[in-house]
Antibody, heavy 116, light 109 residues
């Protein structure tokens, strides 16, 4: 079964750093781009960026460029999303998804709560 | 930055047809995709490349695109189709930058 399994919920304080993960299994992880999607509480989906595991080529939405870093470790079939200094406005659900003909396989989501 | 615009809400009676539109300047040249998100769940693709339906998606879901408008049609909507729906596409730059539409809440009652 193809799946993406994300790391667990996080509760952080403003200014702290964070790295969440997305591990793929059941398919050739390196052959497909992995996208990250944000969903703030009660709001819509926002495409953040995408990475190709083979060469770590990365694209960012202009809205997220410089705000987050997307990376990958293809040796362990895992993509990452990280922040160097969290803000309260980063509180959201974050999904990773595999890009095939569409975003066809999604992780279960990671809830990030940033509060003092 | 590129935007895809959807109506905030659509209401339909069970068995009737629901149509959700998505407007974007690059849609004449770029495919549209549609995702369904039920409350508390991850999104699921229901239409890809304008009008293709993934395996396991009911035939009542169909897609079309003409000019700057893409449309998701739910023919004979069921109560279980009540969800948020998002269109998805890329701009014309060729830079592999994607955007979601503003989202449409479909109510079946």
């Amino acid at each position: 079964e193809m799946q993406l399994v994300q790391s667990g919920a996080e509760v952080k304080k403003p200014g702290e750093s964070l790295k969440i993960s997305c591990k793929g299994s059941g398919y050739s992880f390196s052959s497909y781009w992995i996208a990250w999607v944000r969903q703030m509480p009660g709001k819509g989906l926002e495409w953040m960026g995408i990475i190709y595991p083979v060469d770590s080529e990365t694209r960012y939405s202009p809205s997220f460029q410089g705000q987050v870093t997307i990376s990958v470790d293809k040796s362990i079939n895992t993509a990452y999303l990280q922040w160097s200094s969290l803000k309260a406005s980063d509180t959201a659900m974050y999904y990773c998804a595999r890009e095939a003909h569409a975003l066809d396989v999604w992780g279960q989501g990671t809830t990030v709560t940033v509060s003092s | 930055s590129y935007e895809l615009t959807q109506p905030p809400s659509v209401s339909v009676s069970p068995g009737q047809t629901a149509r959700i539109t998505c407007s974007g300047d690059a849609l004449p040249k770029k495919h549209a995709y549609w995702y369904q998100q039920k409350s508390g769940q991850a999104p699921v693709v229901v239409i890809y490349e304008d009008n293709k339906r993934p395996s396991g998606i009911p035939e009542r879901f169909s897609g079309s695109s003409s000019g700057t408008l893409a449309t998701l049609t739910i023919g004979g909507a069921q109560v279980e189709d009540e969800a948020d729906y998002y269109c998805y596409s890329t701009d014309s730059s060729g830079n592999h930058i994607w955007v979601f539409g503003t989202g449409t809440k479909v109510t079946v009652l």
